[in-house]
């Protein structure tokens, strides 16, 4: 079952005259492909699909496109979003036809949690995500919102390697070396080796003046 659905219309023209046609008449461009069927070239309402741009869910969801004019039921992920890199507005979004069981790789947000209970962050250190997306392999059906980190019993100046992440169920992450994800680092100087190097060198000059 999807968790969200999209009503569309199949594009009769296509092009970037087309789209931009398109996108003056307030409509979203896209296309719908895989699952050995013909692309189907759509376009959808602008401000309807914005908003649930804005919803972290959508992009990792199955959803159906009913798309008018066209026969057949559209399960699909969206795959591709593209961005006006000045207006910061979608202009278009790529669908991949998918069904429940069908093992899929997407890249999933991390989130920080219970960051308010580390101890590295009561010492005034702060969270530094290093992977702020995770690409993870599982069932269509399966996939996690986002993968979460506990930060709850971190100290600070400690790390979170991708072997330390616990997985949803049915979820693996593919790696070759066992990658920083999060650690938490000391406030900038505040203690440490930069500091440390500082002291030493000013402490040189002094002495050299005497």
């Known amino acids: 079952m999807s968790d969200y659905i999209v009503e569309a219309e199949l594009r009769e023209e296509t092009g970037r005259g087309a789209t931009r046609r398109l996108r003056r008449a307030g ?20 401000n309807t699909v914005s908003k649930l741009l804005n919803e972290e869910h959508f992009h990792t ?23 006006d890199p000045l207006m910061d507005t979608a202009t278009h979004l790529d669908f991949m036809r998918v069904s429940a069981k069908d093992s899929i790789t997407m890249d ?20 530094a995500l290093i992977r702020h997306s995770l690409e993870v392999s599982c069932r ?7 993968i979460e980190i506990d930060c709850s019993e971190l100290d600070m100046n400690d790390t979170v390697h991708i072997e330390d992440v616990a997985l949803p169920k049915g979820v693996e992450i593919h790696h ?16 440490g080796g930069e500091s440390e190097e ?7 000059e002094e002495s050299a003046e005497d």
């Open 198 to 204: 500082g002291e030493a060198a000013e402490a040189a």
């Open 108 to 127: 999933v947000p991390v989130v920080a949690i219970n960051f308010e209970k580390c101890p590295g962050v009561a010492k005034g250190g702060m969270v």
């Open 27 to 46: 409509k979203l461009p896209g296309i719908i492909y895989g699952g050995d069927k013909p692309d189907l070239p759509i376009s959808m309402d602008y």
């Open 61 to 83: 969801s199955m959803l159906e496109v009913k798309v008018k004019g066209s026969r057949g039921k559209n399960t699909v992920l969206l795959k591709d979003s593209q961005y």
């Open 140 to 146: 269509a059906d399966s996939i996690p919102e986002h």
């Open 176 to 191: 070759d070396t066992n990658f920083t994800v999060l650690n938490i680092s000391a406030p900038k100087g505040a203690g």
